[in-house]
């Protein structure tokens, strides 16, 4: 499987033809949909969800399916069966992926702001984007994508998240309001600065590929 990261929290799994495109946002360029066999989105905030390119891409490609939660798909009134509503504890097929969906709410930003629903999905027994929570799946993780920065996070939280999900590797996802200052400063903390976890921590600018 490979690994493509996109702007923001946006990435793409591609296995042979198949391509999954996980949290197009508004800081992600609408291209990465191209080819894409399937989208899942985490939650309804704009830098995971941006409405108009998502439902530009399904008119452009009637083959075109998501899995998300219900309040995402409630925004994605009209499209019918193309639409799939999971949750907690769901095991499903997209595309030939086998995901498996962990987590029910985005992480607390303040406790005045309501918390939206959010889902974190597992792609292949491998990959786990849990979007704007830190869920620790009940299962192993071979790559956790770790949201690197957010305004419910602080870096102490995300070390002790790292150590929790003992995952063998992890890349940053939700970095697109760091500066370059700021990358570098929260991915030392995260790597080689920080006291440390069992899991190496890496960065992929947007673009970049890994196989996993």
């Not at 946002?25 to 941006?50: K, M, N, Q, R």
């Not at 439902?55 to 452009?60: F, G, I, K, T, Y």
């Not at 030392?188 to 921590?201: A, H, S």
Request: net charge negative; glycine share 12%; aromatic share 4%.
């Amino acid at each position: 499987m490979e690994l493509t990261k996109h702007g923001h929290a946006c990435v793409v799994l591609s296995d042979g033809d198949r391509r999954l495109a996980i949290d197009p946002g508004i800081f992600t360029d609408p291209a990465a949909l191209a080819g894409t066999s399937a989208v899942l989105i985490t939650h309804e905030h704009p830098d995971h969800f941006a409405q108009d390119v998502v439902r530009a891409a399904l008119d452009a490609d009637p083959a075109l399916e998501v899995w998300t939660n219900g309040s995402v798909a409630a925004r994605l009134e009209g499209l019918g069966a193309r639409v799939h509503v999971v949750g907690d504890g769901d095991a499903v097929d997209v595309a030939g992926f086998d995901v498996h969906v962990h987590g029910e709410l985005h992480a607390v930003i303040h406790p005045d702001i309501p918390r939206v629903p959010n889902v974190g999905f597992l792609v292949g027994g491998q990959v786990f984007h849990p979007g704007d929570a830190l869920t620790v799946p009940g299962e192993p993780v071979a790559t956790l994508l770790l949201p690197m920065h957010a305004p419910w996070s602080k870096t102490a939280e995300l070390i002790d998240y790292v150590r929790a999900v003992d995952a063998d590797q992890a890349y940053a996802v939700h970095d697109g309001l760091l500066s370059d200052a700021g990358l570098g400063i929260v991915s030392g903390l995260l790597g080689e600065k920080g006291p440390g976890t069992p899991t190496p921590f890496s960065r992929l600018s947007p673009g970049d590929s890994v196989d996993l």
